[in-house]
């Protein structure tokens, strides 16, 4: 079983919906969970950072994450265009690299 | 915030080349810096793992003759891909980590490809 599981989608939603994305992960030592929105030929950018449980909202994004079940999620309200890309979830434990889930990408439609 | 420059953001190079990538942490000190692979569609993959003054430290698989990485600063990591292949053909992305914050940083990537 793969460390982290993402489901890579395609996601395509019209503009306005809530989007729901998800990673599931298998080792319960991971502490440091993230979500990163990558646009093509570009490097990753960092939308969201939760250390250990619970839930965190910055503007239209919501994060999410529940140790007990090994599952963090992203939300995305009020979906726009530009919110069209793939993001890839994050984990890691105290002091290691990141790693990724495979990405999903997103496109909204106007 | 915290920036890593990476340069150059593209490059083509012929096969038999070598090529240096350089990842720069603009205003804090990287003291760990982790280089990703990437290839179309796929999601980021782990090469190696450096830390300022010491040996880099590869992930399975990952040729460290070949994927020559140098982390001589806490400001600067370098990675060279020596004798280049088409199949080296990819987007490569440095993250810098802080000690203090725990920070990761990522630069914006360079995509290599080889004719």
């Known amino acids: 079983q793969k460390e982290v599981e993402q489901d890579p989608g395609p996601l395509s939603v019209p503009e306005g919906a809530i989007v729901s994305l998800n990673c599931t992960y298998s080792?319960?030592?991971?502490?440091?969970f993230m979500w990163y929105r990558q646009y093509s030929r570009k490097g990753p950018e960092l939308l969201m950072y939760?250390?250990?449980?619970g839930n965190k909202e910055d503007g239209r994004f919501t994060a999410q994450v529940d140790k007990s079940s090994k599952y963090i999620s992203l939300f995305i309200r009020d979906s726009q265009p530009s919110d069209s890309a793939t993001y890839l979830c994050?984990?890691?434990?105290?002091?290691?690299?990141?790693?990724f889930g495979k990405g999903t990408t997103l496109s909204v439609s106007s | 915030g915290a920036v890593v420059s990476q340069h150059p953001s593209w490059v083509i190079c012929k096969s038999g080349t070598s090529v240096k990538i350089e990842c720069r942490s603009l205003?804090?000190?990287?003291?760990?810096m982790f280089w990703y692979r990437q290839f179309p569609k796929q999601s980021l993959m782990l090469m190696a793992t450096?830390?300022?003054?010491?040996?880099?430290?590869?992930e399975q698989g990952v040729e460290k003759d070949k994927f020559l990485i140098n982390h001589a600063s806490l400001t600067l990591s370098t990675l060279t891909v020596t004798s280049a292949h088409p199949e080296d053909s990819s987007f490569y992305i440095c993250?810098?980590?802080?000690?203090?914050?725990?920070?990761?940083?990522f630069g914006s990537g360079t995509r290599l490809t080889v004719v």
């Open positions: 993250s810098a980590r802080e000690a203090v914050n725990y920070g990761y940083t």
């Open positions: 994050a984990i890691a434990e105290a002091g290691t690299a990141l790693i």
């Open positions: 080792n319960s030592a991971f502490q440091y």
């Open positions: 939760t250390y250990s449980s």
């Open positions: 450096s830390n300022e003054g010491s040996k880099a430290t590869y």
């Open positions: 205003d804090f000190q990287a003291t760990t």
